[in-house]
Structure formats: C-alpha cells, structure tokens
C-alpha cells in the first residue's frame, strides 16, 4: 500500500477492506480508495476535488510507481477495483509550508514537461495508468501547458474556483484552489 506521511485511513473501511481483500480474485491486481483532503482542518469538497479515487493498495509485484518528477501514479498489471477505503489527506503544516511545498511542485512540474519535450517530443503518459489519469494528462499537454504561462495559474484557479464551484468551501476553497 502507498501512503503519504500526512495520510489517514478510515477506521472502519479499512475492517471492512482487510476482510475482503482475502476474497478477491487473483486477476484483482489492486485496489482504488477515496481520497479527502482536509485543508486548515476542514475537508474540502469542491473545485473538482471530489470523488478521488487512486489507486494506493497493490498485490506484492504487481505493481510499480511510475518515474516520474510529478503526477506520478502506482500502475498495475490486472484489474483494479474501487474498494469502500477512505484515506483523508490532512496536512497539519502551516498554510506558509504549504504554499512553499506547492512551489516546488510547479518546479518538479516543469522539469517533467522539459524532459517530456526533449526526450520524445510528447508526454509520457503510461498506458496503464487509469482512465482519470490518462484524461487529466491528456488536458494537461493539449490545453493546459499550450496557454501561455503567464495565464496558466489564472485560468486554473478560475476553471477550479468558479466553473467547479470550489467557492462552495468559503475562504479555505478559496486559498485552497
């Protein structure tokens, strides 16, 4: 299982997932849990953020994380289920550690774009990577990484905070988005 150090999973799901992962297939090759993320102690819902479904829990050399700089996803060789686990993000740092460690994400972002340019001319999207993975990517390199860059926060912060009503989390949304 994949788990970040800021990660918490549910109590009760995961009673629930341990009793059932003895009963899958052997063509299951992993698992997908809900993703929440609670930001300045309250969950956000809004901005596209939710439902989250990743792919976190895989049999033992099945499966792989892919190399990556950024966006990196676990990708299997089988089937993968969505499981009732709940994993709720909640990062207890100040907002100022939060912003900075988001900076280096928009660093290690660039990085994966230049490398993808250089090396192949496109990007280098995994086919086994989910279908959510794999659309996300797609908007990624045909529309988000063609606007110009002084626009690029802009128009994400517009597309997330008002077209995927990300308002609707108040003023934790909004520092959030």
């Given at each position: 299982m994949r788990l970040d150090a800021d990660e918490i999973i549910d109590q009760r799901s995961t009673v629930n997932l341990l009793q059932s992962l003895?009963?899958?297939?052997?063509?299951?090759?992993?698992?997908?849990?809900?993703?929440?993320?609670?930001?300045?102690?309250?969950?956000?819902?809004?901005g596209g953020i939710e439902p989250s479904w990743q792919l976190r829990l895989f049999r033992a050399k099945r499966g792989s994380c892919e190399q990556r700089w950024m966006d990196e996803h676990i990708v299997v060789a089988g089937s993968v289920i969505k499981s009732s686990a709940i994993i709720y993000d909640h990062n207890l740092k100040p907002l100022t550690w939060w912003t900075n460690k988001h900076n280096a994400y928009a660093s290690r972002e660039a990085i994966d774009l230049i490398s993808a340019?250089?090396?192949?001319?496109?990007?280098r999207t995994a086919?086994?990577?989910s279908p959510g993975a794999r659309i996300k990517r797609f908007v990624?390199?045909?529309?988000?990484?063609?606007?110009?860059?002084g626009g690029r926060a802009v128009a994400y912060f517009l597309y997330r905070y008002f077209l995927r009503v990300g308002f609707f989390d108040g003023r934790r949304g909004f520092y959030f988005h």
């Amino acid at each position: 299982m994949r788990l970040d150090a800021d990660e918490i999973i549910d109590q009760r799901s995961t009673v629930n997932l341990l009793q059932s992962l003895a009963q899958l297939p052997i063509s299951v090759a992993g698992a997908a849990v809900q993703r929440r993320i609670i930001f300045m102690n309250k969950r956000i819902r809004y901005g596209g953020i939710e439902p989250s479904w990743q792919l976190r829990l895989f049999r033992a050399k099945r499966g792989s994380c892919e190399q990556r700089w950024m966006d990196e996803h676990i990708v299997v060789a089988g089937s993968v289920i969505k499981s009732s686990a709940i994993i709720y993000d909640h990062n207890l740092k100040p907002l100022t550690w939060w912003t900075n460690k988001h900076n280096a994400y928009a660093s290690r972002e660039a990085i994966d774009l230049i490398s993808a340019r250089m090396s192949s001319g496109g990007s280098r999207t995994a086919v086994q990577t989910s279908p959510g993975a794999r659309i996300k990517r797609f908007v990624k390199v045909a529309v988000y990484n063609r606007l110009p860059s002084g626009g690029r926060a802009v128009a994400y912060f517009l597309y997330r905070y008002f077209l995927r009503v990300g308002f609707f989390d108040g003023r934790r949304g909004f520092y959030f988005h």
